[in-house]
C-alpha cells in the first residue's frame, strides 16, 4: 500500500500556517487581556478623584477699616463683600483690592444694636436697638452680567422698621425671610420668647401691597443668649444661658411648646448655624467642638437628636460658615485655626491656620469656591476646591445617620427635587441586592440545569439528547431585554394572581416526576425493552400535566381553606413579608430562564466527557445505571459543572435589563422573596444618564462598576481554584 509523504514545500507551508495560528491565537489572547486591563485602568481613573483631599490656599489678604466682625455677606460674582460687626455698620468692600465701597448704619451712626439676626440666603440682617425697636435692612446685588463689564453695584435698603417691641430689652434676635412673610424671634431680657410674623399681601386687582404684622408669645423657656430659625421658618432654635439647648416646633401641626434637647452642660456654646436646607442645627462648643443636631423620630415622637460630633480644635469656636452648595461648613477657633468638614461624609476636608488674627466671622462664597476669614481690621480670601466633599467609605459602605432618620442606615438616593438635598450614596443596598437577584436566579436554574443535564447526557435516549440538547441552547439567545418585558408585564401580575397555584406546583411537580419514573420502574422488564427507545419520556410529561392540572385545582381550595381566601395578605399580616408585584420570584424566574441555557450546555458536555471506561467499569461490578451516575460521573464531571455554575453566577451579577425591568428597583436591604431590589448594573442603567460628567454621583457609579469587576473577578478566580482542586482531587478516577 502506498503512503503519502508530503514535500518539503509542503512541510514548510505547513509549519508556517501552524505559526500563523499559533500568533493569531497568542495575539488574540493578548488583546483581549489588555482591553479588561485597559477598561479597568479607565475605571480606577474615574474613581480615585472621589477620594482627592479638598485643595484650600489663601488667595487674597487685605486690610479692612473695621471692627469685630459679626457677618459677612458676598455677591454671587465674589467680586464684593459686606461686613457687618458688632456696632451695626455695614461697609461694603471691593475685592479686589479692598477699597470701601460705601458704609451704612442702619440703626444710626452711634448706635449699637443689642441683638443681631442674620438671613444668610436672602441676604438680610435685623438690628435689635435699645429700645427694643428692630430694622431689617436688606443687601441686593445687581445681575453678574448687567452692567458695563458686569460691574455690580451693591444696594443696602433698609426694609423693616418695626416697633413691636419697643421699651423691651433684647438679648437675641433671629431672622428669616421667606416668600411673601419674614420671621422674626426675639428673646426678652426678662425671659421668653415673641414671634413676629411680616406678611405681605397683594391685592390681585391694583396690584397694592398692604403688610401685616402677626404676635405670638412662645412658652418661656429660661433666659435665651442665641436664636436661630430654620430655612422653613418650621423650627425655632434656642440657646439658654446655662448652655442648654430648647427648640419650638412653628409649622402649626401641634401647640408651640418649649422641648428641652441637651441639659444644662459646662461646655459653653459659642457659635450656632444651619446647614443648608434647614434641617441640621450647627453647635460649637467651647471645647472646640462642632456638634449635629437635627430632628429624628425617637420613642414614638420628633426630638432634636445629637447625630455626630466634629473635634476640631483646642480652642473655642468662634464662627460657623455653613456652604450653600452641600451639607459642608467652615469654622474657625479663637486661636486662629481653620477647619473645613462635611457632616455626612464626617470628613474633615482641610484644617489650616492664620496667623496674628483672631477670626469673629467666616462665610462660604454662594457657589462654594471661596471662603472669607474675617477679623478686626483684616480679611483672608481663600480658594476652595473640593468637588467631592460628599463622599467617604463611611459614607459609601457604613452606616449613615441622615437628617430625619431616626437611626443610621444603609440608603442610596442620588437625587431629590431641591437644591437642598442630602445625596445618600451607600453602596451596600446595590451589592445586597446584587446578591439577592443572583441566588434567588440560580436557586431556580442551578437543579434544573445541572440535573437536566444529567439526564440528557447519562439517561435519555440519543435519538431524543439530537433533539432536546440543542433546543436548550437556542434558548440562550433570547434578548434578556424580551425576557424582562415578558416578566415585567406578564408574569408578574399573573404571578400574584396565581400563587396559591405556584405554592402548589412547588410541591406536587417534584412529586409527579418521581411518581412517574415509580410507574416507569413497576413495567415488567419485557416490556419495557419492547417499547421504542425513550418512552420513559411520555410518563414524565404525563405526571408533569397531571401535576399541573391538580396544582391548578388545589390552589384556589388551599388558599380558602388554609389562609382565609387571602394568601398575599396573610404574608404580610402573619409572617411579615408584604408582597410587591415586581419581587425577587419574577425576577429569579426570568433570570433563571436566561441563565439555565448557560449552565446546561456547560454541565452536560462535563456528563459527556466523563470516560466510558469508568461508566463500563463501575456497571460490570455490579452497580445501577443511578449509583453509577451519583458516585462515578458525577463527581468526575465536578470540576466542570463547578465552572458552569460560576459561569452562570457571572452571567446573573451582570444582568441589567431584567432586572431593571422585573423588579421595583428599590434599593432596599430585605431577603423577602416577596421584595422588589436594585442591583449594581441595574442602578448604573438608571442613573448614568441623568449623573453630570465628572460630578460626585457620576464617579460613584463608576465606583459601582469597578465593585462589579472585583466582585465577578474574586469569584472566577475562587471558583477557578476551587475547580483545579476537585480536578485533582477526582484525577485518579
Same mark, same amino acid.
Given at each position: 500500500?502506498?503512503?503519502?509523504?508530503p514535500?518539503?514545500?509542503?512541510?514548510?507551508?505547513r509549519?508556517?500556517?501552524?505559526?500563523?495560528?499559533?500568533?493569531?491565537?497568542?495575539?488574540?489572547?493578548?488583546?483581549?487581556?489588555?482591553?479588561i486591563?485597559?477598561?479597568?485602568?479607565?475605571?480606577?481613573?474615574?474613581?480615585?478623584?472621589?477620594?482627592?483631599?479638598?485643595?484650600?490656599?489663601?488667595?487674597?489678604?487685605?486690610? @479692612?477699616?473695621?471692627?469685630?466682625?459679626?457677618?459677612?455677606?458676598?455677591?454671587?460674582?465674589?467680586?464684593?463683600?459686606?461686613?457687618? +460687626?458688632?456696632?451695626?455698620?455695614?461697609?461694603?468692600?471691593?475685592?479686589?483690592?479692598?477699597?470701601?465701597?460705601?458704609?451704612?448704619?442702619?440703626?444710626?451712626?452711634?448706635?449699637?444694636?443689642?441683638?443681631?439676626?442674620m438671613?444668610?440666603?436672602?441676604?438680610?440682617?435685623?438690628?435689635?436697638?435699645?429700645?427694643?425697636?428692630?430694622?431689617?435692612?436688606?443687601?441686593?446685588?445687581?445681575?453678574?452680567?448687567?452692567?458695563?463689564?458686569?460691574?455690580?453695584?451693591?444696594q443696602?435698603?433698609?426694609?423693616e422698621?418695626?416697633?413691636?417691641?419697643?421699651?423691651?430689652?433684647?438679648?437675641?434676635?433671629?431672622?428669616?425671610?421667606?416668600?411673601?412673610?419674614?420671621?422674626?424671634?426675639?428673646?426678652?431680657?426678662?425671659?421668653?420668647?415673641?414671634?413676629? =410674623?411680616?406678611?405681605?399681601?397683594?391685592?390681585?386687582?391694583?396690584?397694592?401691597?398692604?403688610?401685616?404684622?402677626?404676635?405670638?408669645?412662645?412658652?418661656?423657656?429660661?433666659?435665651?443668649?442665641?436664636?436661630?430659625?430654620?430655612?422653613?421658618?418650621?423650627?425655632?432654635?434656642?440657646?439658654?444661658?446655662?448652655?442648654?439647648l430648647?427648640?419650638?416646633?412653628? +409649622?402649626?401641626?401641634?401647640?408651640?411648646?418649649?422641648?428641652?434637647?441637651?441639659?444644662?452642660?459646662?461646655?459653653?456654646?459659642?457659635?450656632?448655624?444651619?446647614?443648608?436646607?434647614?434641617?441640621?442645627?450647627?453647635?460649637?462648643?467651647?471645647?472646640?467642638?462642632?456638634?449635629?443636631?437635627f430632628e429624628a423620630?425617637?420613642?414614638?415622637?420628633?426630638?432634636?437628636?445629637?447625630?455626630?460630633?466634629?473635634?476640631?480644635?483646642?480652642?473655642?469656636?468662634?464662627?460657623?460658615?455653613?456652604?450653600?452648595?452641600?451639607?459642608?461648613?467652615?469654622?474657625?477657633?479663637?486661636?486662629?485655626?481653620?477647619?473645613?468638614?462635611?457632616?455626612?461624609?464626617?470628613?474633615?476636608?482641610?484644617?489650616?491656620?492664620? +496667623?496674628?488674627?483672631?477670626?469673629?466671622?467666616?462665610?462660604?462664597?454662594?457657589?462654594?469656591?471661596?471662603?472669607?476669614?474675617?477679623?478686626?481690621?483684616?480679611?483672608?480670601?481663600?480658594?476652595?476646591?473640593?468637588?467631592h466633599?460628599?463622599?467617604?467609605?463611611?459614607?459609601?459602605?457604613?452606616?449613615?445617620?441622615?437628617?430625619?432618620?431616626?437611626?443610621?442606615?444603609?440608603? #442610596?438616593?442620588?437625587?431629590s427635587?431641591?437644591?437642598?438635598f442630602?445625596?445618600?450614596?451607600?453602596?451596600?443596598?446595590?451589592?445586597?441586592?446584587?446578591?439577592?437577584?443572583?441566588?434567588?436566579?440560580?436557586?431556580? @436554574?442551578?437543579?434544573?440545569?445541572?440535573?437536566?443535564a444529567?439526564?440528557v447526557?447519562?439517561?435519555?435516549?440519543?435519538?431524543?439528547?439530537?433533539?432536546?440538547?440543542?433546543?436548550?441552547? /437556542?434558548?440562550?439567545?433570547?434578548?434578556?431585554?424580551?425576557?424582562?418585558?415578558?416578566?415585567?408585564?406578564?408574569?408578574?401580575?399573573?404571578?400574584? @394572581?396565581?400563587?396559591p397555584?405556584?405554592?402548589?406546583?412547588?410541591?406536587?411537580?417534584?412529586?409527579?416526576?418521581?411518581?412517574?419514573?415509580?410507574?416507569?420502574?413497576?413495567?415488567?422488564?419485557? #416490556?419495557?425493552?419492547?417499547?421504542?427507545?425513550?418512552?420513559?419520556?411520555?410518563?414524565?410529561?404525563?405526571?408533569?400535566?397531571?401535576?399541573?392540572?391538580?396544582?391548578?385545582?388545589?390552589?384556589?381550595?388551599?388558599?380558602?381553606?388554609?389562609?382565609?381566601?387571602?394568601?398575599?395578605?396573610?404574608?404580610? =399580616?402573619?409572617?411579615?413579608?408584604?408582597?410587591?408585584?415586581?419581587?425577587?420570584? /419574577?425576577?429569579?424566574i426570568?433570570m433563571?430562564?436566561?441563565?439555565?441555557?448557560?449552565?446546561?450546555?456547560?454541565?452536560?458536555?462535563?456528563?459527556?466527557?466523563?470516560?466510558?471506561?469508568?461508566?463500563?467499569?463501575?456497571?460490570?461490578?455490579?452497580?445501577?445505571?443511578?449509583?453509577?451516575?451519583?458516585? /462515578?460521573?458525577?463527581?468526575?464531571?465536578?470540576?466542570?459543572?463547578?465552572?458552569?455554575?460560576?459561569?452562570?453566577?457571572?452571567?446573573?451579577?451582570?444582568?441589567?435589563?431584567?432586572?431593571?425591568?422585573?423588579?421595583?428597583?428599590?434599593?432596599?436591604?430585605?431577603?423577602?422573596?416577596?421584595?422588589?431590589?436594585?442591583?449594581?448594573?441595574?442602578?448604573?442603567?438608571?442613573?448614568?444618564?441623568?449623573?453630570?460628567?465628572?460630578?460626585?454621583?457620576?464617579?460613584?457609579?463608576?465606583?459601582a462598576?469597578? @465593585?462589579?469587576? /472585583?466582585?465577578?473577578?474574586?469569584?472566577? =478566580?475562587?471558583?477557578?481554584?476551587?475547580?483545579?482542586?476537585?480536578?485533582?482531587?477526582?484525577?485518579?478516577?
Open positions: 500500500m502506498a503512503t503519502y509523504s514535500s518539503r514545500a509542503g512541510l514548510r507551508r509549519h508556517a500556517a501552524d505559526w500563523a495560528a499559533a500568533l493569531l491565537v497568542r495575539l488574540g489572547g493578548a488583546i483581549i487581556v489588555l482591553s486591563l485597559g477598561i479597568f485602568a479607565f475605571i480606577v481613573t474615574q474613581v480615585l478623584p472621589l477620594f482627592r483631599p479638598a485643595r484650600v490656599e489663601l488667595k487674597l489678604q487685605f486690610d @479692612a477699616p473695621i471692627g469685630e466682625p459679626r457677618g459677612l455677606f458676598s455677591d454671587p460674582g465674589g467680586k464684593h463683600v459686606v461686613e457687618l +460687626d458688632r456696632s451695626g455698620q455695614l461697609t461694603t468692600l471691593r475685592l479686589s483690592d479692598g477699597a470701601v465701597v460705601a458704609s451704612v448704619a442702619p440703626l444710626g451712626e452711634g448706635r449699637r444694636p443689642l441683638a443681631i439676626g438671613a444668610r440666603g436672602r441676604d438680610e440682617v435685623a438690628l435689635a436697638a435699645e429700645d427694643g425697636r428692630i430694622v431689617v435692612a436688606g443687601i441686593t446685588w445687581d445681575s453678574p452680567l448687567g452692567g458695563e463689564n458686569g460691574h455690580i453695584s451693591p443696602i435698603n433698609t426694609l422698621t418695626l416697633d413691636a417691641l419697643q421699651g423691651v430689652r433684647l438679648d437675641a434676635l433671629a431672622l428669616q425671610s421667606l416668600p411673601g412673610r419674614r420671621l422674626l424671634a426675639a428673646a426678652r431680657g426678662e425671659g421668653g420668647v415673641t414671634l413676629l =410674623t411680616l406678611v405681605h399681601e397683594e391685592n390681585v386687582f391694583t396690584g397694592e401691597i398692604t403688610a401685616r404684622l402677626d404676635r405670638r408669645e412662645l412658652p418661656d423657656a429660661g433666659r435665651l443668649r442665641r436664636l436661630e430659625i430654620d430655612d422653613a421658618g418650621r423650627r425655632l432654635y434656642g440657646v439658654r444661658a446655662d448652655e442648654g430648647v427648640w419650638w416646633r412653628l +409649622d402649626g401641626t401641634e401647640p408651640i411648646e418649649a422641648q428641652l434637647a441637651a441639659p444644662p452642660s459646662e461646655d459653653a456654646v459659642t457659635a450656632v448655624s444651619m446647614l443648608i436646607g434647614g434641617r441640621s442645627l450647627l453647635v460649637g462648643r467651647a471645647g472646640g467642638s462642632v456638634e449635629v443636631w423620630e425617637q420613642a414614638g415622637r420628633p426630638q432634636l437628636v445629637l447625630a455626630r460630633t466634629f473635634d476640631l480644635f483646642d480652642a473655642p469656636v468662634a464662627a460657623l460658615a455653613p456652604s450653600r452648595r452641600y451639607k459642608a461648613a467652615f469654622a474657625a477657633s479663637a486661636s486662629g485655626d481653620l477647619s473645613f468638614f462635611h457632616s455626612t461624609s464626617e470628613r474633615t476636608l482641610w484644617t489650616g491656620h492664620v +496667623d496674628g488674627a483672631v477670626p469673629t466671622a467666616l462665610l462660604m462664597a454662594p457657589k462654594g469656591d471661596a471662603a472669607l476669614v474675617a477679623a478686626p481690621g483684616r480679611i483672608d480670601v481663600f480658594s476652595v476646591d473640593a468637588p466633599p460628599e463622599v467617604s467609605l463611611g459614607a459609601l459602605f457604613g452606616r449613615v445617620w441622615y437628617e430625619g432618620y431616626p437611626a443610621p442606615e444603609f440608603v #442610596w438616593q442620588s437625587s427635587g431641591t437644591d437642598d442630602e445625596p445618600k450614596l451607600s453602596l451596600v443596598p446595590l451589592l445586597f441586592g446584587t446578591i439577592k437577584g443572583t441566588l434567588y436566579s440560580l436557586l431556580i @436554574a442551578v437543579p434544573l440545569a445541572v440535573f437536566g444529567m439526564y447526557a447519562q439517561f435519555m435516549a440519543p435519538e431524543l439528547r439530537r433533539i432536546v440538547k440543542p433546543v436548550v441552547e /437556542v434558548m440562550a439567545s433570547m434578548p434578556s431585554v424580551v425576557l424582562g418585558f415578558l416578566a415585567g408585564l406578564w408574569l408578574a401580575p399573573r404571578l400574584a @394572581a396565581s400563587l397555584v405556584v405554592l402548589c406546583g412547588l410541591v406536587l411537580l417534584p412529586l409527579g416526576s418521581i411518581a412517574s419514573g415509580a410507574a416507569w420502574g413497576l413495567f415488567p422488564a419485557r #416490556w419495557r425493552r419492547r417499547l421504542p427507545r425513550g418512552t420513559e419520556v411520555v410518563f414524565f410529561v404525563g405526571g408533569v400535566l397531571l401535576s399541573g392540572g391538580l396544582s391548578f385545582l388545589l390552589g384556589p381550595l388551599v388558599q380558602q381553606v388554609a389562609f382565609g381566601g387571602d394568601l398575599l395578605g396573610w404574608f404580610g =399580616t402573619t409572617l411579615g413579608l408584604p408582597y410587591d408585584q415586581r419581587n425577587a420570584v /419574577v425576577v429569579g426570568a433563571g430562564f436566561a441563565v439555565i441555557p448557560i449552565i446546561f450546555a456547560i454541565a452536560e458536555d462535563a456528563f459527556e466527557n466523563v470516560p466510558e471506561t469508568l461508566v463500563s467499569a463501575s456497571l460490570a461490578l455490579g452497580a445501577n445505571r443511578w449509583q453509577t451516575v451519583t458516585r /462515578v460521573v458525577f463527581p468526575t464531571a465536578s470540576p466542570g459543572i463547578f465552572s458552569a455554575i460560576m459561569v452562570g453566577f457571572g452571567r446573573a451579577v451582570g444582568e441589567t435589563m431584567i432586572v431593571l425591568m422585573a423588579t421595583g428597583n428599590t434599593p432596599i436591604l430585605d431577603w423577602s422573596p416577596f421584595s422588589g431590589f436594585r442591583s449594581l448594573s441595574a442602578n448604573i442603567a438608571v442613573e448614568i444618564p441623568e449623573a453630570p460628567q465628572g460630578a460626585s454621583l457620576y464617579r460613584v457609579l463608576f465606583l462598576a469597578l @465593585a462589579l469587576f /472585583v466582585l465577578t473577578f474574586v469569584v472566577n =478566580t475562587m471558583a477557578e481554584l476551587v475547580r483545579h482542586r476537585l480536578r485533582r482531587r477526582y484525577a485518579s478516577l
